[in-house]
């Protein structure tokens, strides 16, 4: 119980996530069209003024395994940089991160559009950045460097979930920005 008070922020979202899923049917199934059409992002979004879609698709998965994966990931990811920081840093970088990822998404430099996405991945990448970051120096650029060429080459891999190109690309395209900002930030507002 004691380790729990240690992270608020991480079981706030945690509990945000199951409710989301238990809301959509999303925990075993998979979300609908309609209501990824209704609560994901997708950078025209931001010019149609749909700006609450940053926030709703951060709680909500695509569901099944994605769901899974996305509160094991807030629990191992998210609460291993809360415990290394604060729950304050924490919940900065993850929702900093996030807001940024999508509003570069929306930039005229990406000549290919990016898909309705939904999904917690861009604020716990960013966390991923936070948490290795805060390791010791001489583990933080050999792990920089690995997540890096691993996320990479992600970009080129086929999808091992039933979900389309066009959302994997957007997705991993989102996870190769959001670790490293979250790195670099940390790195620019920790004093040494």
Request: with cysteine; hydrophobic share 55%.
């Amino acid at each position: 119980m004691k380790l729990l008070r240690h992270i608020p922020f991480t079981l706030t979202t945690v509990v945000l996530l199951i409710v989301a899923a238990v809301a959509t049917n999303s925990t075993i199934g998979r979300l609908t069209q309609p209501l990824l059409q209704r609560f994901g992002f997708a950078p025209r979004d931001l010019w149609g003024w749909r700006w609450e879609r940053i926030f709703t698709s951060a709680l909500i998965t695509h569901g099944r395994w994605t769901f899974w994966g996305a509160v094991a990931a807030i629990i191992g990811i998210v609460g291993s940089a809360e415990l290394r920081t604060s729950p304050q840093r924490t919940a900065l970088t993850f929702w900093g991160v996030h807001l940024t990822t999508l509003l570069a998404l929306a930039l005229p430099i990406f000549a290919k559009p990016m898909a309705r996405d939904v999904g917690p991945s861009a604020g716990y990448y960013g966390c991923l950045g936070l948490l290795v970051a805060t390791l010791p120096r001489r583990w933080q650029l050999p792990l920089f460097v690995l997540i890096s060429a691993w996320l990479i080459s992600a970009l080129f891999l086929p999808s091992t979930q039933d979900l389309s190109a066009a959302v994997k690309f957007s997705a991993d395209a989102v996870h190769l920005m959001a670790f490293p900002l979250g790195f670099i930030i940390t790195h620019l507002t920790t004093r040494s």
